[in-house]
């Protein structure tokens, strides 16, 4: 391949280990069955009017594997706080006993888990729709590129089998990370 075409590989990569990191961290959030600090990463807090993510607040602990622990640094915030977990769609019941929050997790149930795992892959599949999005929108600039400079048809196709390489490999690796996630989730 020549290197007028190498900028646009490494633009293609670019994206598509973007599209990669969104998923491990989307991925994150998903519930398997252990108590995990980032389960409440995405957990905004109303304070004094502002939407605060909950890590900001507070100290989040998982002390044992079914056990999440807050720590509010402003005491008065707890109110918010406990407002904010239980508004947050991921299922859970914090207990305030007015210096820490204390949120059990239930063992999860066979239906819901198979509930994450069906989430956890409709994650995998926004991820490998953008990587397919970024294969094809440089594939359209390589194309162009190539016929605006006049260089060799031989050139594009290099370039464009290097680019299908990129992409199979990008999502082979998100199909490894939701095989993994799954797995995570549906052991007991």
Same mark, same amino acid.
């Not at 149930?109 to 995998?124: D, G, M, N, Y």
């Given at each position: ?13 670019e ?5 990669k990191?969104?998923l491990?961290?989307?991925l994150k ?6 108590a995990?600090?980032?389960?409440l990463d ?18 989040v602990a998982?002390?044992?594997p079914?056990?999440?622990?807050? !720590? ?5 915030s707890m109110k918010n706080? +406990? &407002?904010a977990?239980? $508004?947050?769609?991921l299922g859970? /019941? ?5 210096t ?6 239930p063992?999860?149930?066979? !239906?819901?888990?198979q509930e994450l795992?069906?989430v956890?892959? +409709? &994650?995998?599949?926004? $991820?490998?729709?953008?990587?397919? /999005? ?17 260089l060799p ?8 089998? +290097?680019?299908?390489n990129?992409?199979?490999?990008h ?13 995570e989730i549906m052991?007991v």
């Amino acid at each position: 391949m020549i290197p007028e075409l190498q900028p646009f590989i490494d633009q293609a990569k670019e994206q598509m280990e973007d599209a990669k990191s969104f998923l491990k961290r989307e991925l994150k959030h998903i519930r398997a069955g252990k108590a995990s600090p980032q389960l409440l990463d995405g957990v905004k807090v109303d304070y004094y009017g502002t939407q605060t993510p909950l890590n900001q607040l507070a100290n989040v602990a998982a002390p044992d594997p079914r056990l999440i622990t807050v !720590e509010p640094f402003d005491k008065s915030s707890m109110k918010n706080i +406990e &407002k904010a977990i239980m $508004a947050s769609g991921l299922g859970l /019941n914090p207990n305030n006993d007015g210096t820490l929050i204390r949120i059990p997790l239930p063992v999860l149930s066979e !239906e819901r888990r198979q509930e994450l795992a069906k989430v956890a892959k +409709e &994650k995998a599949e926004e $991820a490998r729709i953008s990587i397919r /999005n970024t294969r094809r929108d440089i594939k359209d600039e390589i194309k162009k590129e190539v016929k605006d400079q006049s260089l060799p048809e031989d050139s594009r196709y290099a370039a464009e089998e +290097e680019l299908q390489n990129l992409t199979d490999s990008h999502i082979s690796e998100v199909d490894k990370m939701l095989k993994d996630k799954e797995d995570e989730i549906m052991t007991v």
